[in-house]
């Protein structure tokens, strides 16, 4: 039988209303559903059952039995693109810059230094948007061939989320 907080509870953890010990107060925060009175029984030097029992009998606690689990749970789809995914920003040649950069120093650093040190020297010079889109498609294409084909897709259709509105044809040439 799992603990849960009642609406007495509840109330007593309401900041400003005091009517239990600190040690009470604690174990009605640890009593969240997922565990039972065994599980309080080594808290507080041997203590945390008893004060359980006695918060079950004054109403701040109540027991109820777990539900049960299917056997076959239904997997949720997945979102359309990950939360970490999703980019509100200004979209600019800047922020494409800053991407890449740190995709050269994730991908090229260490296994490629010479690779990455040019990657970073194309980056630094690439002061307009001709020569960043050149910069994104050399190191796309070595992304390609280091790490495969779907994983620069994945980085190019950042690079498209980054990138001012009138760049993204020019990506495909």
């Known amino acids: 039988?799992?603990?849960?907080?009642?609406?007495?509870?509840?109330?007593?953890l309401k900041p400003g209303v005091r009517t239990l010990g600190q040690r009470e107060r604690t174990l009605l925060l640890l009593a969240d559903g997922s565990k039972s009175v065994q599980d309080f029984k080594l808290l507080f030097d041997g203590s945390g059952e008893e004060m359980v029992l006695r918060l079950l009998q004054e109403g701040f606690l109540e027991t109820q039995a777990a539900p049960e689990?299917?056997?076959?749970?239904?997997t949720p789809p997945l979102p359309?693109?990950?939360?970490?995914?999703?980019?509100d920003g200004k979209r600019s040649l800047a922020t494409t810059r800053m991407f890449l950069f740190d995709i050269c120093e994730r991908m090229f650093a260490r296994r490629h230094p010479e690779m990455a040190e040019h990657f970073r020297?194309?980056?630094r010079?690439?002061?307009?948007r001709e020569s960043m889109l050149a910069a994104s498609r050399l190191i796309l294409e070595h992304i390609e061939t280091?790490?495969?084909?779907?994983?620069?897709?994945?980085i190019g259709e950042r690079i498209e989320m980054l990138l001012p509105d009138n760049s993204l044809a020019d990506m495909a040439a």
């Not at 689990?69 to 239904?74: F, G, S």
């Not at 280091?146 to 994945?154: L, N, Q, T, W, Y």
Request: no cysteine; net charge positive; hydrophobic share 40%.
């Open 125 to 128: 010079n690439a002061k307009d």
């Open 1 to 12: 039988m799992q603990l849960h907080k009642t609406n007495r509870a509840r109330a007593e």
């Open 146 to 154: 280091v790490a495969g084909h779907e994983r620069a897709s994945s």
């Open 121 to 123: 020297e194309a980056l």
């Open 80 to 87: 359309a693109r990950p939360a970490a995914d999703r980019f």
């Open 69 to 74: 689990r299917p056997l076959v749970t239904a």
